[in-house]
């Protein structure tokens, strides 16, 4: 599982040091090659294989009753990149994934539960803003009573 916010620097060759918890968790889940594609807002999401085939048969059931899921689907796939992670425990991101997330020097590397995003670190700022001000409003509130500890 993959949880928590880490703040890195990106190099000049586009390789993002990946924290360590992740990169046990990836270990524990037998994952040696790791398929990034392009999330929403900017950031980059980041599957283990396993994970990864998990959402294209989601995927493949949506486009089942939406055909027009199927530009989604496209789009999803022709982005992805399928990356391993060097001895130095960095994950190489290639450059139209750079590109499309506006990495420029900082990015931040979130858990999300089953995946991991990256994020320029501007952007990762004003996300968690909007975050902050959704989750303290009533009717999110009221939505989500009873599920947490």
């Known amino acids: ?78 982005d992805a990149a399928e990356c391993g992670i060097d001895e130095q425990g960095r ?6 994934l750079k590109e499309y997330g506006g990495f420029k020097k900082e990015v931040v590397t979130v858990g999300r539960m089953n995946k991991m995003e990256i994020w320029d670190k501007g952007l990762w700022a004003a996300e968690y803003q909007k975050m902050v001000e959704t989750s303290l409003s009533e009717s999110v509130t009221k939505e989500l009573n009873g599920l947490w500890i």
């Open 1 to 78: 599982m993959f949880l928590g916010t880490y703040f890195h620097n990106i190099d000049e060759k586009g390789r993002v040091i990946l924290p360590a918890s992740f990169r046990r968790a990836l270990e524990e889940q037998g994952a040696s090659n790791r398929i990034i594609i392009t999330g929403q807002n900017k950031c980059l999401s980041v599957y283990t294989r396993e994970e990864w085939e998990k959402s294209v048969e989601k995927m493949k059931q949506i486009a089942m009753v939406k055909p027009e899921a199927e530009y989604i689907i496209r789009r999803m796939c022709a």
């Open 91 to 96: 994950l190489n991101i290639p450059v139209n």
